[in-house]
């Protein structure tokens, strides 16, 4: 079935210093890879994607790479502000289900 | 649009009592999905359903466990009887598939307590 892992579980770093969060997947079928921020008490919220047919996208402070051979993808934030502390979830899919990582906790230190 | 919208927000029972949770998807949108999550086992899936028929159920811990999906704006999440491990927030999500995307969104989640 498929699996996705996450590492590391917890990160912290200096405000304005940028954070890696890094993903595996076994499914080759995957061509859908969301990226999910869930703040305290909250719901887990879109904040960037990508799909198999693209490497590397882009949004202001947030990027996400994808190596489809080497299955695996990686999101990347960078000038890190205090907002940007939550937990993050990476997840793949195809057509329909998601498979979700078991997340990061980004804690930015001030 | 209102989103994803679950009832209740928190719920607190009493263990081998009925526990029924409610979601109403986004107009639209043709798949839900039903999480729990915990800190031990993360953002587990427990069954989704496409054009109101349960596609995967795979996740469902047990039979205690139940969910239907009677039309295309409601859906419900049945556990009786309710043990305290089943203590958990649990959401649920919709999306539109069958398009170029499937993002998942989700509801602000249903934080149950099981005494």
């Known amino acids: 079935g498929e699996n996705v892992e996450q590492h590391p579980s917890t990160l912290s770093v200096q405000e304005g210093d940028s954070a890696v969060i890094k993903c595996t997947y076994s499914?080759?079928?995957?061509?859908?890879f969301p990226w999910y921020k869930q703040e305290l008490g909250k719901r887990p919220q879109l904040i960037i994607d990508?799909?198999?047919?693209?490497g590397e996208k882009k949004d202001q402070r947030i990027a996400v790479t994808l190596n489809k051979t080497a299955k695996h993808f990686s999101l990347h934030i960078t000038e890190t502000q205090p907002e940007d502390s939550a937990v993050y979830f990476c997840a793949e899919g195809g057509n329909e289900k998601l498979t979700f990582g078991t997340g990061t906790r980004l804690t930015i230190i001030p | 649009d209102a989103g994803v919208i679950q009832s209740p927000r928190h719920e607190v029972t009493e263990m081998g009592q009925e526990v029924t949770l409610r979601c109403k998807p986004i107009s639209g949108h043709n798949s839900l999905f039903w999480y729990r999550q915990t800190m031990m086992r993360g953002l587990e899936l427990l069954i989704y359903f496409n054009n109101n028929v349960p596609i995967d159920d795979s996740g469902m811990p047990e039979d205690r466990f139940s969910a239907k999906m009677p039309n295309a704006s409601f859906s419900t999440l049945k556990i009786q009887p309710s043990e305290p491990r089943d203590s958990a927030v649990y959401f649920c999500?919709?999306?539109?598939?069958?398009?170029?995307?499937?993002?998942?969104?989700f509801g602000p989640g249903t934080r149950l307590t099981v005494l």
């Open positions: 990508i799909r198999s047919n693209v």
């Open positions: 499914d080759s079928a995957s061509n859908y």
């Open positions: 999500a919709s999306s539109f598939t069958g398009g170029l995307y499937n993002e998942q969104f």
